[in-house]
C-alpha cells in the first residue's frame, strides 16, 4: 500500500457509516487484506507503506497480530451497526511489506482471528505474500496448516544486476527450492515479477520469464516499474546515476510476456496478471480459471473489501477510506478504541460509472457496452486496433493486445474525455 495518501474528508472517530451509502441490501462478496509494514530492507524503487525500524507499542512485530484483530472486531461491529449483514470473507490477501517477516504461528492467529470475528467462507482463497529469503518447508508447512492456500513470492527477476539495481536481497536461485517446498505443502504458487528495471535489456527480461516457466508456477504477475518520486531510485534517476526507463521499452517487454507466457500455457485475465491454463480449463473464460487470483479480481470487480493495518485502505458500499500510514499512529489508535482509518470520500454516481470503465476494462471480460458513457466511440477504438471487434457481438468491450498497452486512452474514449 502506498504511502501516498488523498487528502478526503475527515473520518468518524468510531469509524460508523451510513447504513444507505454502504448499500446493505446488497449482495457483493468481502474480501480482506491485511497489510504487514515490516520489510528487512527497504527496496529502491519502493513506494510502499513499509519500515525496517521505529515501530512501537503495539506496533512491533511482536504484538502486531494483536492490533490488527482489535481492528477487525471493530470492523465487524461498525458492519453491524450499519445493518450489512453477516458476510464471511470470500478472500484473505497479506501483503506488505513482507508478511513473512512475522512468524507463521503469527500469522496463523491474525488468520484465526478473522475467522472468529468476520467468518471466512468454505473454499476461500487465502493468500500470503513472501520474499523467498524468509521462508523455508517448516514455515511454509505451518502456514498451510493454518489455512493459507496460496503463496505469492517477490521473485522480481532472475538476473542479478537487476536485483541488485532493484536493492533485492534474496538469492534467484532460491526461488525454484521455495517455489517447489510450497507446492509439496498444497500452496498454490505466484511468482511476481518486474520489467522496466534501468539497465534491464530484452534478453535479461527473456530470462527473467524463462526462469519463472522453468518452475511452472500456478500464477505469474508482470508489472512495469513504477519509478515514484521520492524514492531512492527516483532520486538516482533524477541525478543520471541509473538511466530513465523508456516507456518504448516496457511496451516491448509486456509485448514479450504476453507471448511467451501464452506460449507457455499462461492467459492473462488482467494486464498484469496471467493464469497457468489446466488441462480441463481450455474453453472456459479466463477470470474463471483455477488459478486466477479471486483477491485480485475482487478489486477488479468492485467487491467490497476491509483493509486492516497501517496505510489499509476499504471500500464498502459508496464508502472509501483508509487509516493512518504510521504503525505506531495506527496501534495507539486501536488501542484506544477508536477507528484507525484517517480520511475517506463518499463515491457518487459518476464516480461509480467512471470506476465500472475503468476497473472492469482491465480485465480479459472487459466490459458491457452499455457499461460505456461513450459508445460512439467503439468503432474509433476497433478501427485503432485497440478493442476486439468479435467482442462487440457479445455486448462487450474488450481490448487488445495494444489496447492493454493503451488502456487509460481507451479508457478516456470510452468515457468521453
Not at 484473505?92 to 478473522?114: Q, S
Not at 514455515?139 to 493454518?146: E, G
Not at 517447489?180 to 518486474?194: E, N, P, Q, T
Amino acid at each position: 500500500m502506498s504511502p501516498s495518501q488523498p487528502d478526503g474528508i475527515a473520518w468518524p472517530a468510531d469509524g460508523s457509516v451510513d447504513p444507505v451509502l454502504v448499500e446493505s441490501e446488497s449482495d457483493r462478496p468481502l474480501s480482506l487484506y491485511v497489510h504487514v509494514p515490516f520489510c528487512r530492507v527497504r527496496c529502491g524503487y519502493c513506494d510502499f507503506n513499509t519500515y525496517t525500524t521505529g515501530f512501537g507499542p503495539g506496533a512491533e512485530p511482536g504484538a502486531y497480530a494483536s492490533s490488527v484483530l482489535t481492528e477487525a472486531n471493530l470492523a465487524t461491529s461498525i458492519l453491524e451497526r450499519a445493518g450489512m449483514p453477516a458476510r464471511p470473507a470470500s478472500t484473505v490477501f497479506f501483503g506488505g511489506g513482507t508478511p513473512t517477516m512475522l512468524d507463521a504461528g503469527e500469522l496463523g492467529a491474525i488468520l484465526a482471528g478473522l475467522r472468529d470475528s468476520f467468518g471466512i467462507a468454505e473454499g476461500a482463497e487465502i493468500t500470503t505474500e513472501a520474499n523467498p529469503d524468509t521462508v523455508d518447508h517448516r514455515t511454509l508447512q505451518a502456514l498451510a496448516d493454518a489455512g493459507f492456500t496460496r503463496i505469492s513470492f517477490g521473485m522480481q527477476s532472475a538476473v542479478p544486476h537487476v536485483l541488485r539495481t532493484l536493492d533485492r536481497t534474496h538469492d534467484p536461485r532460491k526461488v525454484p527450492e521455495v517455489v517447489d517446498a510450497a507446492r509439496a505443502v498444497g500452496l498454490d504458487v505466484s511468482v511476481d515479477l518486474i520489467y522496466g528495471t534501468p539497465g534491464e535489456t530484452l534478453s535479461d527480461w527473456r530470462r527473467s520469464l524463462e526462469s519463472a516457466l522453468e518452475m511452472n508456477p500456478d500464477h505469474i504477475s508482470a508489472y512495469a516499474l513504477v519509478i515514484e518520486e521520492g524514492t531512492k531510485m527516483w532520486g538516482q534517476v533524477s541525478r543520471g546515476e541509473l538511466p530513465t526507463p523508456e516507456p518504448d521499452d516496457e511496451a516491448a517487454k509486456y509485448e514479450i510476456a504476453d507471448d511467451v507466457l501464452a506460449e507457455a500455457g499462461y492467459r492473462w485475465y488482467e494486464i498484469s496478471n496471467f493464469a497457468r491454463v489446466d488441462e480441463d480449463e481450455a474453453d472456459i473464460p479466463a477470470a474463471q480459471l483455477r488459478h486466477a487470483s479471486r483477491h485480485n479480481l475482487a478489486y477488479w470487480h468492485d467487491w467490497d473489501w476491509w483493509g486492516l493495518g497501517p496505510g489499509a485502505h476499504s471500500h464498502i458500499g459508496r464508502y472509501r477510506w483508509w487509516n493512518a500510514k504510521h504503525p505506531l499512529a495506527y496501534a495507539g489508535r486501536v488501542s484506544g478504541g477508536a477507528s484507525p482509518a484517517s480520511a475517506g470520500e463518499v463515491l457518487d454516481a459518476d464516480t461509480r460509472s467512471l470506476e465500472t470503465v475503468l476497473l472492469n476494462i482491465r480485465t480479459a471480460e472487459g466490459v458491457a457496452i452499455g457499461d460505456a458513457v461513450c459508445p460512439d466511440t467503439v468503432d474509433e477504438l476497433v478501427a485503432d486496433g485497440l478493442i476486439e471487434e468479435a467482442s462487440l457481438r457479445r455486448g462487450r468491450v474488450i481490448l487488445t493486445l495494444r489496447g492493454r498497452l493503451l488502456a487509460d486512452r481507451v479508457t478516456g474514449k470510452l468515457m468521453g474525455f
